[in-house]
């Protein structure tokens, strides 16, 4: 019995031994094809490949059994298009409202306070005295339009210049008066008002006075903005219709900065500026401006860097809603027009999907880099290199048959 027992505990573990070696082929080629079949789906991703993004856009690679919610292009960026992009300031109010001539004399209008004085050449006139040979007389410019002047009446005012009721004055004095002369100025002008609200330093109606003004000058008599013009937003209603731009844009682009016009409503608001980062970098996040504006390479270093064990050097992306003249420029009148064709959709904001490609993996694109700027609400996509999903599945089928040989240990 003992030799028995003896014999079987030193042949047991060498006949096990075998078998576990015959079986352990089979196991890993099964578990081995499994994880090929379900390889996408298994193995981990922080988005899609390089690959992916391009073969999703409208170019010639792309299988034409597959559909997209948007129809967009990858345009690959070299130093002509970031300077391209970048010099693009959007024209919202130029284009709403147009420029407008504030040359146009103002006409007195209801509410109007004026100042009116009238001289005589002699000291005994209707309004001049030995002591002075002028009186001034303050008006208001009544519902009507009118306002009472002494020894004229009831003088229409509403509708005429400055100078037209100075002339008209001095007319209907001309023969009770002493070669009368006449001035009039404006006091204060409650018919031609902006009202400026939000983020100012004193919210109120704005009187613009005879001369012309654009909306900087209106913020200004405001108090001005009480935040950083790249983070403050000014909206423009006018006669039913609205404009919506960024303060930097009326200081960057003068023809932005229209001239404001009697009702006009300015509002404004603070915003900040951001855009987000994915991918592999070292931290993923939503990221202020936190200055006037913030190009490609900082927008990197802002999220701490690229994730050099994972990033693929071909794979920056830049996703963007664009102004439509930006896509002619940078890609042609007719692929824009082929795109229109195939669908291409713009948001609410009248602007059209693109992505924008960096090859980093070219020193010069580093100083490409530093000329793109990102705009507010730019999505930065740092794509995993392709070997980073071969090195994951290599770990995930190497935990059954680690797991196959710990039984096989035991």
């Known amino acids: 019995m003992r030799g028995m027992f003896g014999m079987g505990s030193r042949s047991a573990p060498k006949q096990n031994q075998s078998r576990m070696n015959a079986m352990l082929p089979p196991i890993f080629v099964c578990m081995l094809a499994i994880s090929l079949l379900n390889g996408c789906s298994t193995v981990a991703s922080n988005g899609p490949l390089a690959r992916a993004i391009i073969q999703a856009s409208d170019n010639k690679g792309r299988a034409a059994t597959v559909e997209y919610d948007y129809v967009f292009d990858v345009i690959e960026v070299d130093a002509i298009i970031a300077e391209q992009v970048s010099q693009y300031r959007p024209m919202t109010l130029k284009r709403a409202f147009g420029v407008g001539n504030g040359t146009i004399s103002p006409r007195i209008g209801v509410g109007d306070r004026l100042e009116i004085t009238i001289f005589e050449a002699g000291p005994d006139g209707l309004f001049s005295t030995q002591e002075a040979?002028?009186?001034?007389?303050?008006?208001?410019?009544?519902?009507?339009?009118?306002?009472?002047?002494?020894?004229?009446?009831?003088?229409?005012?509403?509708?005429?210049?400055l100078e037209a009721a100075r002339r008209a004055i001095a007319e209907k004095l001309s023969d009770r008066a002493v070669e009368p002369d006449v001035v009039i100025n404006l006091s204060g002008n409650e018919s031609r008002t902006v009202t400026v609200n939000g983020s100012v330093g004193?919210?109120?109606?704005?009187?613009?006075?005879?001369?012309?003004?654009?909306?900087?000058?209106?913020?200004?008599?405001?108090?001005?903005?009480?935040?950083e013009p790249f983070e403050t937003f000014?909206?423009?209603?006018?006669?039913?219709?609205?404009?919506?731009?960024?303060?930097?844009?009326?200081?960057?682009?003068p023809k932005e900065n229209i001239h404001a016009h009697p009702g006009d409503t300015l509002f404004l608001s603070r915003d900040p500026q951001t855009f987000s980062v994915l991918g592999s970098t070292g931290a993923?996040?939503?990221?202020?401006?936190?200055?006037?504006?913030?190009?490609?390479?900082?927008?990197?270093?802002?999220?701490?860097?690229?994730?050099?064990?994972?990033?693929?050097?071909?794979g920056l992306f830049v996703f963007r809603f664009e102004d439509l003249s930006v896509l002619r420029s940078v890609l042609g009148t007719g692929r824009v027009d082929e795109l229109l064709a195939k669908g291409i959709q713009p948001n609410r904001n009248d602007l059209y999907p693109v992505v924008y490609r960096v090859d980093i993996n070219e020193p010069a694109n580093y100083l490409v880099g530093q000329t793109f700027k990102l705009r507010n609400k730019d999505l930065v996509y740092l794509a995993r290199h392709p070997s980073t999903d071969f090195e994951r599945f290599l770990r995930l089928i190497a935990q059954p048959v680690g797991i196959a040989r710990g039984l096989q240990d035991l």
């Open 133 to 161: 040979k002028s009186t001034t007389i303050s008006v208001v410019v009544q519902p009507n339009g009118n306002a009472s002047i002494p020894y004229i009446g009831s003088f229409q005012f509403a509708g005429n210049t």
């Open 202 to 227: 004193n919210p109120s109606i704005v009187e613009l006075g005879v001369s012309p003004k654009r909306i900087l000058d209106v913020v200004a008599m405001a108090g001005g903005p009480t935040s």
């Open 234 to 253: 000014v909206t423009l209603t006018r006669g039913g219709r609205t404009g919506t731009t960024l303060l930097q844009n009326l200081v960057a682009v």
């Open 284 to 314: 993923s996040a939503k990221i202020p401006f936190e200055a006037e504006s913030v190009n490609l390479v900082e927008a990197i270093a802002l999220a701490s860097g690229a994730d050099v064990a994972a990033a693929d050097p071909k």
